[in-house]
Structures are given as structure tokens and as C-alpha cells.
């Protein structure tokens, strides 16, 4: 949650920004692996590239760490 607004990576799971970057600090270390720990990217599809960015962000955090992946 960001200045009080839900950031949503994944609607098909209902999965947000935070429970995916948990994902992947609890060890997942693929999009898949996120998909078996939390359910997103299993759905429609739509969201692999933004979990893709939340995988790379997270793992090897960068000035663009804590940045909204989603619009």
C-alpha cells in the first residue's frame, strides 16, 4: 500500500506489489516460483512483465527499488 492506494501486481490473484516482493525475499526466484507462492501470474498472463520487474527490483535492489511497478 502506497500513500494509501492498493498497488495490485497480479488482479487474477488478487496479489499486490508487497505480497510479491515478500514472494521473492521468502526465496522465490522466478515468476513462476512467485506464482506457486502467492498465485499471481497464473491467471490471464497480463501481469508477467510486471512481476518480471518486481523480481529484478527486488533481488538486486537499485535506486528504483520501492517504485510502483504498475501505473
Given at each position: 500500500m502506497k500513500g494509501g492506494v492498493t498497488l495490485f501486481a497480479c488482479i487474477c490473484a488478487a496479489a499486490t506489489e508487497s505480497e510479491v516482493r515478500h514472494c521473492v525475499r521468502s526465496g522465490a526466484r522466478s515468476v513462476e516460483e512467485i506464482g506457486d507462492a502467492c498465485g499471481a501470474g497464473s491467471g490471464c498472463g497480463s501481469c508477467?512483465?510486471?512481476l518480471d520487474v518486481l523480481l529484478v527490483t527486488?533481488?538486486?535492489p537499485t535506486d528504483l527499488d520501492g517504485l510502483a511497478?504498475?501505473?
Open positions: 508477467l512483465n510486471t527486488t533481488s538486486a511497478a504498475s501505473a
